[in-house]
């Protein structure tokens, strides 16, 4: 089973619009934490937010904030009124902080294009 | 200030051929990983390591290797390149124990092409 999912291959927003970007995830570890990157047309990979399994409240960074919903598994990203500058490729992803495993697991992303 | 580097940015290789992809870090992270994008898979985990002489398979290790003779440096090495491996690879690191978010840092990615 996919570890982490993104249903949305595309999505348009209209500027000045919120915008939710859904990920789903599986794991059987109590201790996860959950990542939101996005990556520009320039290819890096810029860091947005973070949220542990533990975090009783939903993280927020500015205009993105992590709609946490453990018992249905799912960390969307919300971004509010949205910006030419918010079209890229945003990905969420996971780390299983139980164990030796360090790595993150990352989902197939979602295109957003962000309409003038 | 402490960066994390990928060389090259782009390379063009012809199939059978061995390549080498380098990353170096100045972090002092323990951990190193190395991931290929892939439209529609995201990124996919190839190899990583937790030290100096330690390396591990990731999801989709076939026809690749790392070795850590070092701290600073995790370099990915095509055995024989195939079409199958065009691909961008970015590189990351990681201290042993990242508390919440920080710490993962990528490379620029290396965007390689065998033809």
């Known amino acids: 089973a996919q570890k982490i999912t993104q249903t949305q291959p595309g999505m348009f927003v209209q500027e000045k619009e919120a915008v939710t970007l859904d990920c789903t995830y599986d794991?059987?570890?109590?201790?996860?934490?959950l990542f939101w990157y996005k990556q520009p047309s320039s290819g890096e990979m810029i860091f947005l937010i973070y949220?542990?399994?533990?975090?009783?409240q939903n993280a927020t960074e500015g205009r993105y904030s992590l709609n946490f919903q453990k018992a249905r598994k799912s960390a969307n990203l919300v971004i509010s009124a949205s910006q030419l500058g918010d079209s890229a490729m945003y990905f969420c992803?996971?780390?299983?902080?139980?164990?030796?495993?360090?790595?993150?697991?990352f989902g197939s992303g979602t295109q957003l294009t962000v309409l003038p | 200030d402490a960066e994390i580097t990928q060389s090259p940015r782009h390379k063009i290789t012809e199939t059978g051929r061995q390549v080498t992809l380098a990353c170096h870090q100045t972090?002092?992270?323990?951990?190193m990983f190395w991931y290929r994008q892939d439209l529609g898979h995201g990124l996919r985990l190839i190899h990583y390591s937790y030290g100096v002489q330690d390396t591990n398979k990731g999801e989709v290790s076939d026809g690749y290797s790392v070795s850590r003779s070092n701290t600073e440096d995790l370099p990915l090495t095509l055995e024989s390149a195939a079409s199958s491996q065009t691909s961008v690879y970015f590189c990351a690191s990681s201290p042993i124990r990242s508390p919440g978010h920080y710490g993962y840092t990528f490379g620029s990615g290396t965007r390689l092409t065998v033809v």
């Open positions: 794991t059987s570890d109590p201790s996860y934490g």
């Open positions: 949220q542990g399994s533990y975090d009783q």
């Open positions: 992803a996971m780390r299983e902080a139980s164990g030796s495993a360090r790595q993150l697991t």
């Open positions: 972090w002092n992270h323990n951990n």
